[in-house]
C-alpha cells in the first residue's frame, strides 16, 4: 500500500492519462474536455435562454460530462485527504488575503476567457486535441504554455 501513499513517476501517471484518451473515445464515442461541462451547467440552469451557445446545447444527452467532473473532484478530494501520506495545502498562504483572492478571481475570469475564446481546456486541446492531430489544438496548446510562462515570470518572478 506505500506506493500508493507516494507521488507516481511521470512515466507511469503519463501513458495512463494518454490512454485514458483512447479508451473513452473506444468505449464511449466521446472526446475527453472539461471546459464543456461549463455550456452544459449553463444550459441546464437557463433552459428558456436566447443565448444561441446554450439555446442549441441539448444538455440532456450530455450528462456524461457532469459525472466526469464530479469525478475529477471527488478524485483530487480522495487522493488528497485518503492516499497521501500527508495532505497537501489546497492554496499557498499568499492567497488568504484580498489581494490573494482577488488575483484568483481576475485569474478565473481570464481562464475562463480564454477556454471560451480558444473553443476549449487545456485538457481537451492537449490530451484530445494533439491526440486527433488537430492544428487548432497544437496552436492553442503551445499558447497555453506560453502564456502561462509569461505569467509566472512576468507576476511572481
Not at 85 to 98: C, E, G, H, K, T
Not at 109 to 127: E, K, N, P, Q
Not at 134 to 152: D, H, K, R
Amino acid at each position: 500500500m506505500e506506493w500508493i501513499l507516494q507521488p507516481w513517476p511521470w512515466y507511469v501517471s503519463g501513458p495512463l492519462i494518454g490512454l485514458m484518451v483512447p479508451a473513452l473515445l473506444l468505449l464511449t464515442g466521446k472526446t475527453f474536455g472539461v471546459s464543456t461541462s461549463f455550456q452544459h451547467i449553463g444550459a441546464m440552469c437557463s433552459p428558456k435562454t436566447k443565448l444561441p451557445y446554450l439555446k442549441n446545447y441539448n444538455w440532456r444527452q450530455e450528462n456524461w460530462r457532469l459525472v466526469l467532473v464530479v469525478g475529477i473532484a471527488l478524485g483530487g478530494f480522495i487522493g488528497v485527504n485518503l492516499l497521501s501520506a500527508a495532505p497537501a495545502q489546497f492554496l499557498p498562504d499568499s492567497y488568504y488575503s484580498w489581494g490573494g483572492v482577488l488575483q484568483l478571481i481576475i485569474g478565473g475570469l481570464l481562464v475562463g476567457f480564454g477556454v471560451r475564446y480558444a473553443d476549449g481546456c487545456t485538457s481537451g486541446h492537449t490530451i484530445m486535441g494533439l491526440s486527433n492531430l488537430q492544428w487548432s489544438s497544437l496552436v492553442a496548446s503551445i499558447s497555453f504554455f506560453a502564456g502561462g510562462l509569461l505569467m509566472v515570470h512576468v507576476l511572481l518572478g
